[in-house]
């Protein structure tokens, strides 16, 4: 199975991915815990060109986070989904589709294509949007925001509404849950919903 986690920066879909990877080893099945940006050498360092680098266009911001997603399946999702492991990974494509494709105004469906193209159509079998409002997000995040957090209000807005959007459009793969309760009981939710 693969679970991807979704959410505004500061909405808890990290800390939820992590505990849904801790109590599926717990039952013993074989999971992969991994995220994007990042999750190989190459994603890596994509991720701190973007994030902590200094201006990078949006189209460009778009396609380096696209090859980070490429490089991630071939190298990590695809052979761990091959040999029957569990694959839980904090961000996936959606987040450039919301991110990029709804607050940068590049079009959702231009960068869902651009997307899916990259990954060869691999899509989650669920998709965990962990929900919570812009200023509760902003909030979460305080001042230690990388490149992307630091674009707070309208960028924001437009990225939750995006991501509402993709909710609505794939409700088969979408749980769209509170990130407003606690900790416990989200987790508790989130494991109910993957079983």
């Known amino acids: 199975m ?5 959410g505004l920066d500061g909405c808890g879909k990290t800390t939820q991915a992590r505990l849904l990877a801790e ?3 717990a039952d013993g099945v074989d999971v992969i815990s991994t995220r994007e940006p990042g999750g190989t050498p190459l994603g890596e360092e994509i991720r701190r060109l973007v994030l902590h680098g200094d201006h990078v266009a949006p189209w460009a911001e778009a396609a380096l986070y696209t090859a980070a997603r490429a490089q991630h399946v071939a190298e990590v999702i695809r052979p761990a989904l ?5 694959v839980v990974c904090d961000r996936y494509l959606d987040s450039s589709v919301a991110y990029q494709g709804g607050g940068r ?15 060869e159509g691999l899509l989650p079998d669920l998709t965990v949007l962990v929900e919570i409002d812009p200023e509760t997000a902003a909030g979460r995040v305080g001042d ?8 707070l209000g309208a960028l924001w807005t437009r990225v939750d509404e995006t ?4 909710a609505a459009r794939f409700p088969g793969r979408y749980v769209v849950v509170d990130g407003r309760r606690s900790i ?5 939710e989130i494991r109910e919903r993957v079983r």
């Open 163 to 166: 991501y509402r959007e993709l």
């Open 105 to 119: 105004r590049l079009g959702v469906d231009a960068v869902l294509e651009l997307n899916l193209a990259a990954v």
């Open 2 to 6: 693969f679970v991807s986690f979704e």
């Open 82 to 86: 091959g040999r029957g492991a569990t």
């Open 184 to 188: 416990a009981d989200l987790a508790a």
């Open 144 to 151: 230690r925001r990388d490149r992307i957090e630091q674009d």
């Open 23 to 25: 109590a599926l080893a």
